[in-house]
């Protein structure tokens, strides 16, 4: 399976060393559990598409620094993308801001929530088990770092997780979009370097609650198999 990912932003210069960049995140959370994928980075800010949506088997859509509603000559070309992408019923997952642009691209509405910045480990909880869940419990940990969400689902939507801090946090279209607000590529440290980054950005008490949740992991594998089984459905 050839995957596309649609990357929206850089992870900044002094983390890549031991980051990677986003694309290269996805690539090891997917690749690593399943060495028959290919992957192919399109780089949307800089106008990079497939010349032919068939040359992917499926797409994904990196987190990033902006938001959806910024006036950023790429985000309208990337949204009549994610339009072209559903008519052709393409698998696509879309992280954080993905999740946000996706919903937006398809007729509903992201925001700054009033609930503030989130950060660090949050739990998250399903409703119900999708096709491509396991059976484990229904409630996972996974991290954050957004103060938009998404406020009005995309038409034909359904919201299969959610938290009291982000009622929409994975989203499921057809059975060809999948959307997450959290980022199960990312590891703590690289949480951590946000925060401290973000520090005046998201306040004291946000730095410190988020600081002290990392104690805790996120449920990578988990997550990388449902994107995995998703995909493959």
């Known amino acids: 399976m050839k995957i596309g990912i649609l990357k929206t932003d850089a992870v900044r210069e002094e983390w890549v060393d031991d980051f990677g960049e986003y694309p290269d995140m996805f690539a090891s959370l997917l690749g690593s559990r ?3 994928l290919e992957f192919v980075t399109f780089d949307v800010r800089m106008g990079e598409y497939p010349e032919d949506i068939d040359n992917c088997d499926a797409y994904l859509m990196t987190g990033s620094r902006h938001s959806v509603y910024d006036d ?10 994610v339009r072209d992408l559903d008519q052709r019923r393409k698998k696509l997952v879309g992280i954080c801001f993905g999740h946000q642009l996706i919903a937006q691209a398809l007729g509903g509405r992201t925001e700054k929530a009033a609930a503030g910045w ?7 909880r399903f409703s119900r088990r999708a096709s491509w869940f396991d059976e484990g419990d229904l409630e996972f940990p996974i991290l954050v770092t957004h103060q938009d969400q998404v406020t009005e689902n995309a038409k034909g939507a359904e919201v299969l997780a959610s938290s009291d801090f982000c009622p929409n946090a994975v989203c499921q279209i057809g059975d060809h979009i999948l959307t ?13 370097a946000i925060m401290e980054f973000r520090r005046e950005i998201i306040s004291e008490p946000v730095y410190h609650s988020g600081v002290a949740s990392l104690s ?17 459905d």
């Open 72 to 81: 950023l000559p790429w985000i309208e070309p990337l949204k009549s993308f």
């Open 216 to 232: 805790e992991q996120p449920a990578t594998d988990r997550m990388a198999h449902w994107i995995l089984r998703f995909l493959k």
């Open 118 to 124: 989130g950060v660090g480990i949050h739990h998250h």
């Open 180 to 192: 997450m607000q959290g980022h199960p590529e990312f590891v703590n440290d690289y949480s951590r």
């Open 34 to 36: 399943d060495s028959d």
